[in-house]
């Protein structure tokens, strides 16, 4: 018998922590809009503005950190969630429970604000140095009485595994269910809905053992089915593809714009690459446009508007082409990859090829790859150091500097670990930075 989702059930209200005050009734805002207002004035999402995104923070020419691409992915999720809405809307006319598919542009927007919660400072590099340091650096002595899934959580430490875990760890001094965030919202930003031990060689999962059994229970609520008896393996909700292909889309976009504005690629080069998304048919028009316009970064931004549009609308055509393989769990590969048509998989394909040629090779973004590395590398040295220790004079002095919230003196190695990692994490890059240089002595308080 094949296992279904189904959207009745997929989209709750209830919130967790809080399933005990659920109240069905309408109110003038709905649930999920009350999700996406509590991220927007959260304090880990502020702190998004000062981490990188891939380009170093700006100087005088301003590139996208994660705040900015965390809201520029919702308005792209929203605006494409809502697309989908409206054809599932006339596909199920006259289902009891049809009104709920109007929540779905909030669920996503959500999602998509919160997709990058998790992520350390310094980019993708503050990810890789984490999971380096257990693996090959000084912290690999502490494998010691640590369970094969918690080491692998540590090795393989994952941006998006820590975002569930932000919104829903109940910290020091907060209240059960962290954020208390929907149900639904919870599941959307699950892109990897396994645990460490399914990472396989790129890396990936979803939650780490600590929050395994919260994701059972979300799962369970929502008629998420496991793929494994174990339960450590399920089947994506839904929204994801739709928050997964938001993000896909304005990273690999913006990036080109970012590397356009630093010069990195060149003018000619970067029209042509946003160019190839226009098809045959609307390209005169395209052209027309381009030659009314003469500021290089006007002629891109438009351009760049052109490809998110298109992008945005291909992949609700491809989730509604494939809802029934979604909600089965057989959908192979991402909503990008099932685009319809083919000049736009094209022109994505080109764009993703020169990033990795061009962008992320750039010695402004190997810099700060570096420098990343070296300082989340101490830092974490440091700091793991004093919670193992605490009875040592130094660790006493640098305990007092970790906030109260993160359960340093917690029972286990793995939860001691965890509260240097949920601190490391939460750190923006000039904090991080700061730490560093008080620690090795460059940087004194004004006497």
């Known amino acids: 018998m094949i296992k279904q989702m189904n959207w009745e059930r997929l989209i709750s209200a209830k919130r967790l922590g809080l399933e005990q005050y659920h109240d069905p009734r309408a109110h003038t805002r709905s649930d999920f809009q009350r999700d996406f207002d509590r991220m927007i004035f959260s304090s880990p999402f502020r702190r998004l503005q000062n981490k990188t995104q891939v380009f170093p923070l700006p100087g005088s020419i301003f590139v996208h950190n994660r705040l900015t691409h965390s809201l520029e992915v919702s308005s792209v999720g929203r605006s ?211 030659e009314r316009v003469s500021d290089p970064n006007e002629r891109v931004a438009y351009l760049r508007s052109t490809a998110i549009g298109i992008l945005t609308e291909q992949c609700a ?17 991402s909503l990008i990859e099932n685009m319809e048509s083919a000049t736009a998989r094209s022109a994505y394909a080109k764009c993703t090829e020169t990033a990795y040629a061009k962008i992320y090779s750039a010695p402004e973004v190997v810099d700060i790859e570096l420098a990343g590395h070296r300082i989340i590398t101490y830092l974490l040295e440091r700091l793991i150091e004093a919670v193992l220790h605490p009875e040592e004079y130094a660790s006493r002095l640098l305990l007092h500097k970790i906030p109260e919230q993160y359960q340093t003196a917690a029972p286990t190695r793995y939860g001691r670990l965890q509260s240097v990692l949920d601190h490391v994490s939460a750190m923006t890059d000039v904090y991080a930075l700061d730490l560093f240089r008080k620690l090795n002595g460059h940087s004194l308080p004004a006497v």
């Open 80 to 290: 494409m969630a809502n697309q989908v809405a409206d054809e599932l809307r006339e596909r199920y006319a006259g289902a009891p429970w049809v009104s709920k598919l109007a929540h779905l542009g909030d669920i996503v927007a959500t999602g998509c604000l919160c997709h990058d919660l998790g992520n350390p400072p310094f980019g993708h590099s503050g990810e890789k140095a984490i999971g380096t340091f257990f693996s090959e650096k000084q912290g690999k002595h502490l494998r010691g009485d640590l369970s094969d899934v918690e080491w692998s959580d540590l090795t393989h430490f994952e941006g998006n595994a820590n975002s569930l875990r932000v919104l829903t760890h109940q910290f020091a001094g907060r209240r059960p269910g962290g954020f208390a965030m929907t149900y639904s919202a919870l599941a959307s930003i699950v892109k990897y809905p396994y645990s460490s031990v399914h990472a396989g060689e790129k890396g990936k999962f979803g939650f780490f053992e600590s929050e395994l059994e919260i994701y059972r229970q979300v799962a369970d609520e929502l008629g998420i089915p496991a793929l494994n008896e174990e339960r450590t393996r399920f089947m994506r909700h839904p929204l994801v593809y739709i928050v997964e292909a938001a993000d896909d889309i304005c990273y690999q976009i913006m990036d080109i714009e970012d590397a356009h504005k630093l010069k990195i690629l060149p003018h000619e080069h970067t029209v042509e690459l946003l160019l190839n998304f226009v098809d045959e048919e609307r390209r005169p028009h395209a052209r027309a446009t381009l």
């Open 317 to 333: 055509g491809a989730f509604l082409a494939h809802e029934q393989e979604i909600l089965e769990g057989r959908l192979r590969g």
